[in-house]
């Protein structure tokens, strides 16, 4: 069974700097994509960042340059460092899983983690 929890968030003033984690578990596929996406209060869920089994990165660009998303498939965790956060980087931020293919789209994974929640007051 695959499981994805994350972890990291919190509340922080604009300008500064938070790390994501989020540890998989469950799954041993060769092919994936791995994803950060974020959800802010009455608005839609959106992609932030994703990077694939090859290491392929993409991200949104909001926030292109100021985030970076990273694995380490030795330990089976997804990171995402957030610097010169922004009071519109307020959040709800979720990890997800694609499997057996590397689409990246929000629509296309396949699992989700339960959220980790950043603030970032002005």
């Known amino acids: 069974q695959v499981q994805l929890m994350e972890s990291g968030g919190g509340s922080v003033q604009a300008g500064g700097s938070l790390r994501l984690s989020c540890v998989a578990s469950?799954?041993?596929?060769?092919?994936?994509?791995m994803g950060w996406f974020r959800q802010a209060p009455g608005q839609e869920r959106e992609g932030v960042a994703t990077i694939t089994s090859d290491a392929t990165t993409m991200y949104a660009d909001s926030v292109n340059g100021r985030f970076t998303i990273s694995q380490d498939s030795a330990k089976n965790t997804l990171y995402l460092q957030m610097n010169s956060l922004q009071v519109e980087d307020t959040a709800m931020y979720y990890c997800?899983?694609?499997?057996?293919?590397?689409?990246?789209?929000?629509?296309?994974?396949?699992?989700w983690g339960k959220g980790t929640l950043v603030t970032i007051s002005s």
């Open positions: 997800a899983l694609e499997v057996q293919n590397a689409f990246c789209s929000l629509r296309g994974m396949d699992y």
């Open positions: 469950g799954y041993t596929y060769s092919t994936y994509c």
